[in-house]
């Protein structure tokens, strides 16, 4: 069975035992029943205000219907509802256990603030970090200006979270749920590559870029331009580096998953040679390691997410 087969047989049997009704994707109920009339209904907690403006700032068109066409969210296969109901939970809590989760930071000893500083590493470095009391704790669809050339460079680089309350770094997640297994990967425009002032301390990630544009034909699951953005856009904020990025996956059994794995794990080595922290984990690590280790005070949201995406 393909990924996006097995992501949807499984999202349909939860809504089915949740005694939800499944719609087409149209606000005349056409095409494939896969999304849920109310959006609230694929959602572990209704969107909190801020979080939703958040959203509606965004260029995907996730929460609201339009030109007939229901919210990408209510889709049980976003990976918007997926993100939002790993998240927002957190976002007015001690953020610690999602970020531990992710392996972003160590579990701290008794409230000291520690973070990893190799990330993956046996032995890893770690050193004290303290927080941005002016800082947000979770932003959403966060927007990264790669360039003030907004002609050649209209649309920005929208990040899926953003926790940047911490010092030293700025931790920068993309999400990614069942488009890996259902759309092919673009490649990356030429502008990007003409202009040399991106790539003076990227040269690998340089020569990648310029193997995928204007085609890419490298890759079949992992969206590699749209981590180079990604990476530049933060670049552009954080010139010295003060950023990690992680690229938090929903794996499959079969093919499908083991060749993404493979495709990240290429990425990961060429995005480290250029000294940028990038780092992958599966949702259902995440969930697991929750579950297994912060379940108590958390029942209901544990249940949750692991009921439905493990």
């Known amino acids: 069975m393909k990924g996006i087969e097995i ?3 499984k999202q349909q049997k939860w809504a089915t035992k949740k005694n939800l009704k499944l719609v087409g994707g149209t606000i005349s109920n056409k ?6 009339e109310n959006l609230a209904d694929n959602l572990f907690q209704p969107l909190a205000v801020d979080i939703l403006n958040q959203f509606e700032n965004g260029d995907g068109n996730e929460t609201s219907d339009s030109n007939g066409k229901l919210a990408k969210m209510k889709a049980l296969h976003s990976s918007s509802a997926l993100v939002v109901n790993a998240f927002q939970y957190w976002n007015k809590k001690d953020v610690y ?3 531990y989760a992710c392996n972003l930071c160590s579990k701290y000893p008794s409230g000291i603030d520690m973070m990893k500083e190799n990330i993956g590493s046996h032995k890893p470095k770690i050193y004290s970090i303290t927080r941005n009391p002016k800082a947000k704790i979770i932003d959403f669809e966060v927007k990264f200006k790669i360039s003030d050339n907004t002609k ?12 940047g309350n911490f010092l030293p770094e700025v931790f920068a997640i993309e999400s990614k749920f069942a488009e890996p297994y259902r759309d092919k990967p673009k490649g990356i425009r030429k502008a990007y590559i003409d202009n040399k002032a991106f790539w003076t301390e990227l040269p690998e990630l340089y020569r990648l870029a310029q193997e995928i544009c204007p085609e890419n034909n490298r890759f079949q699951y992992l969206d590699a331009a749209q981590l180079i953005k990604h990476i530049l856009g933060l670049k552009a904020r954080y010139p010295d580096n003060g950023f990690r990025l992680l ?3 929903y794996d499959v059994m079969g093919n499908d998953g083991a060749e993404h794995r493979k495709e990240i ?3 990961e080595k060429i995005a480290n040679s250029n000294a940028i922290k990038f780092s992958h984990i599966t949702y259902q690590e995440v969930i697991k390691t929750l579950s297994d280790e912060f379940y108590k005070d958390n029942e209901s949201y544990c249940d949750y997410i692991t009921q439905r995406y493990i």
């Not at 095409?31 to 849920?36: R, S």
């Open 7 to 9: 992501i949807k047989s």
């Open 31 to 36: 095409g494939e029943e896969i999304y849920l």
């Open 97 to 99: 256990p999602i970020l």
């Open 152 to 163: 050649s460079f209209p649309i920005q680089p929208n990040i899926d979270i953003v926790i």
């Open 247 to 249: 690229y938090l996956w």
């Open 265 to 267: 794990e290429e990425f």
